[in-house]
């Protein structure tokens, strides 16, 4: 099994899918360390009672954003991560990092991208009127949220919906698409090249799969 490192900043939703993913025998991977920036993230704890290792490397601690990116790869670096998964994760990150894992580093970003990169991503649908809202996998380069799309999933945004309501209804669809991609990753079926995302070397459409 591939080594995987997860990313997180707070609950830890998906990190917990890929948890269930991987006890369920669904991904070829071992989840080698669970790393937060957040000493307080809920995931931890999660991830610790699952029996995976998890390392804290606060943003606090460290003078700029690249000597805290420098941190990050050493310690992932150390754990053996092959593809790291950005899961809640809610710094942004430098070139530091993004160098050093390009190709191998996955984020998911709760928006129909590239509608809504950045925060407030439901808040920003229900305000444009939307009729439908959804979630995408994609990876990371230096444009934040502006990575190629691998995957995508839609949910109709229903007319007394909030932003709570609509997350919930987003993040279900979450759970399933982004073992999947990491999946199709760990295959050997999926590619970042100059040229986008290659999904068994055909080049994945600019919204990603759907
Ligand atoms: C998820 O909805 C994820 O898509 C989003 O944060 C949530 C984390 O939940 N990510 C971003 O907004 C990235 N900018 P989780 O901790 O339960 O997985």
Do not use: C
């Not at 997180?8 to 991987?22: C, E, K, L």
């Not at 990169?117 to 994609?138: C, F, I, K, M």
């Not at 987003?170 to 990753?185: D, F, G, N, R, S």
């Amino acid at each position: 099994a591939t080594p995987i490192a997860i990313l997180i900043s707070g609950r830890g939703s998906n990190m917990q899918a890929f948890i269930d993913a991987v006890q369920a025998g669904e991904l070829g991977a071992r989840i080698a360390l669970v790393l937060s920036n957040n000493p307080d993230a809920g995931g931890l704890q999660r991830a610790r009672e699952a029996g995976i290792d998890t390392a804290v490397i606060n943003h606090r601690d460290y003078a700029s954003r690249e000597d805290f990116d420098a941190a990050m790869v050493a310690r992932l670096r150390e754990a053996g991560a092959e593809l790291v998964i950005l899961a809640g994760f809610m710094r942004i990150l430098t070139s530091v990092f993004i160098t050093a894992f390009s190709g191998r580093l996955l984020n998911i970003h709760p928006s129909l991208l590239p509608k809504y990169p950045g925060l407030n991503t439901h808040q920003r649908a229900l305000d444009a009127g939307d009729s439908e809202a959804g979630v995408t996998v994609h990876f990371v380069t230096e444009e934040l949220d502006g990575g190629p799309p691998v995957l995508q999933a839609r949910v109709p945004v229903e007319p007394d919906d909030t932003a709570d309501t609509l997350a919930a209804r987003v993040i279900v669809e979450e759970h399933k698409i982004y073992p999947l991609a990491a999946q199709w990753y760990l295959e050997g079926r999926l590619q970042l090249s100059d040229q986008g995302a290659f999904l068994d070397g055909e080049r994945i459409p600019e919204g990603g799969i759907q």
